[in-house]
């Protein structure tokens, strides 16, 4: 074989990884990092029970994010407020000096304190907005049930409750 052929050949490329997303236990286990940063940070309460809403609803929407659908918006949003969203707000919050995070306005009038109560009741509002769509598709699937259980075994009336006339 001469060096020709050999730059003559051609190699097929090597397949992109396709990144696969993260399993509940993954995002459950991001939630405890972020409470594992409140701690450590000496977090103030106004903070602490923002994240804990958040993740309740968080933990509260994963096992119905199959309803919704995996690939959805929705399940993306879940997913992504608790490995990433979520860490990083908080996690800019902690880098800061207490004193200073707490006192200085950064943005306006706004301290960074505050800037971070707003964004995390963003993020709790939508992830209570996710679950509420979640159960709703499962309140309209048991309504679609009742229809067709009513069409096929039900009277105009009601349901016909008889088991046979006697004779």
């Known amino acids: 074989m001469g060096i020709g052929s050999w730059f003559r050949r051609r190699r097929e490329p090597e397949p992109t990884p396709v990144a696969q997303p993260p399993t509940e236990q993954e995002v459950l286990a991001a939630l405890n990092r972020v409470n594992a940063q409140l701690r450590e940070g000496n977090a103030p309460p106004v903070v602490i029970s923002r994240v804990v809403r958040i993740a309740r609803t968080i933990n509260d929407a994963l096992p119905r994010l199959r309803h919704l659908g995996l ?97």
């Open 71 to 167: 690939g959805s918006p929705e399940a993306y949003s879940v997913v992504a407020t608790a490995t990433s969203y979520l860490p990083e707000a908080v996690g800019g919050y902690l880098r800061l000096p207490r004193d200073w995070a707490d006192t200085r306005p950064i943005d306006g009038y706004k301290t960074a304190l505050m800037v971070l109560v707003d964004q995390l009741e963003l993020l709790g509002s939508t992830m209570d907005k996710i679950l509420d769509a979640a159960n709703r598709a499962d309140a309209q699937a048991l309504l679609a049930h009742g229809m067709f259980l009513q069409a096929k075994f039900g009277t105009p009336n009601g349901p016909d409750l008889t088991l046979g006339s006697p004779s």
